[in-house]
């Protein structure tokens, strides 16, 4: 059958219209905004997130996600979600502490010891219970999601205790616990947006700075570091938020497809986070200096943490903090 031009145009533009409708039929459009770039474990686990949610949902719920610190740093992402401009984050719950003072718990060194310790803490009472906090900064929490455990790298000394840390310029986190660990550590911390710390760290502005290996890998840290010490003294917490009125707008089978893509997310970063610290430590080990601690080394850097414990207590609770101790009491 021979079809005139201005069939074929017709044709086109029919299609383009039905093309337009199925691009617009999602009943909700939903912003997920971080700041980790393509490769990381979390960044994979929130396109895996939309993957499941938009499947699910039979594409009643579209997601847009802005990677990369597209949106600005944590900070700037938190308030955007609290404002409804964004919909979906993952940010540090070091960050969400300025928000919510409960929130110092998970940046105690040393308190969660392992990955089941980690589990048992975050995805038991104690973490849900904290979650339910966020909402009177208008944010719905419903999981926890992670990059690891934090180890520091520097360009001064190869550090295996807390003396070791003096007068060292460190990056950290806005976040009132982890500079104070450090400076109980004899460091002289120092806050920064995650994407200037290459720049910094390079320029000398820092002298060092502490993330799991998976961040430390994808912004290429190793490259303008000398040593790294694996201290393992903190897990990197992200709390998955929805901004309050964008969780209350969808319809109750619309929310049991949203949390229980976010726990799909949750478990899929956690697993390739464990695959991919031995190729990392791997890939690196001939451009910066490892250090393991000794059982000895690490005792030390326990017992200089005590204090922080104290100072904090009474933002988290005594009560919150003796659940959360013997919650993460395993390895």
Not at 170 to 176: E, G, V, Y
Not at 288 to 303: G, M, P, W, Y
Request: hydrophobic share 40%; charged share 20%; aromatic share 8%.
């Amino acid at each position: 059958m021979n079809i005139s031009p201005i069939g074929k145009l017709s044709l086109g533009l029919a299609g383009a219209l039905l093309s337009a409708s199925f691009a617009q039929a999602a009943d909700f459009n939903f912003t997920f905004a971080h700041v980790l770039t393509d490769q990381t474990p979390n960044a994979q686990a929130a396109v895996k997130f939309k993957e499941v949610v938009e499947k699910n949902s039979n594409g009643r719920i579209e997601i847009n996600i802005r990677p990369a610190a597209q949106l600005g740093g944590d900070v700037e992402i938190i308030e955007q979600t609290q404002m409804g401009l964004v919909h979906i984050a993952i940010p540090p719950t070091g960050n969400l502490a300025n928000f919510e003072p409960k929130m110092f718990l998970f940046d105690l060194p040393y308190l969660m010891k392992g990955n089941q310790s980690m589990k048992q803490l975050l995805d038991g009472d104690v973490g849900r219970e904290l979650l339910a906090t966020l909402e009177k900064s208008n944010l719905h929490g419903v999981n926890y999601w992670g990059a690891g455990f934090r180890n520091i790298t520097n360009n001064v000394r190869e550090i295996h205790g807390p003396d070791d840390l003096k007068n060292i310029k460190m990056r950290t986190l806005q976040a009132p616990t982890i500079l104070s660990t450090y400076r109980a550590w004899g460091a002289n911390p120092t806050a920064m947006a995650y994407t200037e710390v290459y720049n910094g760290l390079q320029q000398g502005v820092v002298e060092g700075q502490e993330n799991p290996l998976a961040n430390i890998d994808s912004m290429k840290f190793y490259e303008v570091q000398k040593y790294m010490t694996l201290t393992g003294h903190a897990y990197h917490t992200y709390a998955a938020v929805m901004n309050k009125g964008a969780w209350e707008s969808l319809p109750d089978d619309l929310k049991k497809v949203v949390s229980d893509a976010f726990d799909v997310a949750r478990d899929y970063g956690r697993e390739l986070t464990t695959q991919d610290e031995t190729r990392i430590l791997e890939k690196i080990k001939g451009q910066i200096q490892i250090t393991e601690l000794s059982d000895a080394d690490r005792q030390k850097f326990i017992e200089r943490s005590e204090p922080i414990y104290k100072q904090f207590e009474a933002n988290i609770t005594p009560e919150l903090l003796q659940r959360a101790i013997q919650a993460a009491a395993v390895n």
